[in-house]
Every structure is written in structure tokens, then in C-alpha cells.
């Protein structure tokens, strides 16, 4: 399931922020409560990479993650680079 860092901006306090969901969702503001704010602008975080020394680990938000994004690890690689090219080639070919 695709994983989204949503950003917003309320058009009648002006207050932005940030939320985390399955979806590009509209949201409530958190200021003064204003409905049906649209994302300005959206990060797909369905895969993630990690490094954490010297392994840059792969991270997938699966199908099933519906509240939080419920990370599985696919793949491990000793380089950064060897890791985007496992999602840009592997995971999403579609986009290469």
C-alpha cells in the first residue's frame, strides 16, 4: 500500500503541517479546525531506505497497512546507491 507524508496549508488561518496516511486525503486543520484542506504537495513514502552502519536497508509500506505504514525490510545493500537502484529497477519498474 503506498505510504504518503501529506502537506498542507489552511487557506483561512494560514497554519501548514504535515500528516502521515495511505492516501493523498484531505485533512482538518489543526489550528482553527477549517474541513477538506487538500495536500499542497505530497512525499511517496511507500518505499524507504535506511542506513544504519554501513547497510542501507530497503523499507516497503505491504498492502495492509491501513493507520501506520507497518515497514517490511526487502532488501539489505552496502551501498546507498545500490539500494535506490533495487527500488527504481526492481520495485518500481514502471517508472524506469
Request: proline fraction near 5%; aromatic fraction near 12%.
Amino acid at each position: 500500500m503506498a505510504w504518503f507524508l501529506n502537506h498542507y496549508h489552511c487557506g483561512d488561518c494560514g497554519t501548514d503541517w504535515d500528516d502521515e496516511w495511505s492516501c493523498m486525503c484531505n485533512d482538518e486543520c489543526p489550528e482553527c479546525g477549517a474541513r477538506h484542506m487538500s495536500p499542497v504537495d505530497s512525499d511517496d513514502l511507500t518505499y524507504l531506505i535506511e542506513g544504519k552502519g554501513g547497510v542501507f536497508s530497503v523499507l516497503y509500506s505491504p498492502e495492509n497497512a491501513e493507520h501506520y505504514p507497518k515497514y517490511i525490510k526487502m532488501a539489505e545493500f552496502t551501498s546507498e546507491h545500490a539500494a535506490e537502484l533495487y527500488v527504481e529497477v526492481v520495485l518500481r519498474p514502471q517508472a524506469a
